[in-house]
DNA sequence: TCTCGTACTGAAAAAGTTTTTCAATTAGGA
DNA sequence: TCCTAATTGAAAAACTTTTTCAGTACGAGA
């Protein structure tokens, strides 16, 4: 939950990779929000810590933060264009309707479905994702106003 | 497991559509594979039904395919443009890392799962989706060859 | 601190996907 | 069979994503 940025430019780092203006703006964008941002939003939103920040260079950096598991696609209802950052290990994310908000599952207890399902189907189960839609706290309460 | 094209066509009647060529088509070509299609390739596998299909009429069906639950968008791994047909009820599916073979898990045990993250994360969960990858029976077979 | 090679960048263009518009066609009830 | 509204394909527009390329800046090593 507490990320910080040097923990990411490190991360990043660790992986071989430059840290460049761009990228820090990148981080950022994903740091300060609470919710899954499209590669133009994080353009948009990046372009305060850094003005020149490209579209391209947004493409390109997710792809290197996503194969080094900093960054974790999310695949919601109304489109699949959003991009998180991610706690180390396996991670499922709970989405809130009304606001978008994020909250990541850390520990993820499917083994005994996954055991279930690849018995029941003769897979062999190598990975899974998992999106949870529901109504966070704060949202649950405007409700009732 | 057992869906024909009768019922398939019937339950579009009763979502008070139309009965067209296209769409014949179109259902077709879902019932005849066992694996996510992408719009683009639902029109070439339709073709075979209606020569004169159209890549938009594939989108419009589709949207309204969806709209009455007959049809659920897959988002696997290497992107999020596949569509099969859907059993009727909640189910999810495994995805063959090999070949895309497709099979539905009917009947869904994440009930206590999802009790425990809204316990956890104080939100009222609405509705999931889960996607699974692993290797079918028959490609294990073949990797042994 | 300075130099240098390479990884990285933005702009432009290309490629690919999805939506909109519109005139012509077709399904299916009267 | 006739009629009308729903539906269709083609073309164009709007987006999204990838590729190309010449110039830039990071950061390792002196």
């Known amino acids: 939950m507490t990320i910080t940025f040097d923990v990411l430019a490190e991360q990043l780092r660790a992986g071989g990779h430059k840290l460049t203006q761009p990228r820090r703006a990148i981080l950022q964008a994903l740091l300060a929000s609470a919710k899954p941002l499209s590669p133009a939003e994080i353009q948009q939103s990046g372009q305060a810590f850094c003005a020149e920040l490209g579209l391209v260079t947004v493409y390109r950096t997710l792809e290197i933060l996503e194969s080094i598991d900093m960054v974790r696609p999310v695949h919601v209802a109304d489109g699949c264009h959003g991009y998180v950052l991610a706690t180390p290990g396996h991670t499922h994310h709970v989405v809130c309707e009304r606001c978008h908000a994020v909250v990541e599952i850390v520990g993820c207890d499917l083994g005994d479905f996954l055991d279930r399902v690849a018995a029941r189907t ?19 309460q405007e409700k009732m106003d």
């Not at 003769?122 to 949870?132: K, P, R």
């Not at 839609?133 to 649950?140: D, L, N, S, Y």
């Open 122 to 140: 003769g897979y062999q189960i190598t990975d899974h994702w998992l999106e949870i839609a529901g109504i966070c706290g704060a949202c649950q």
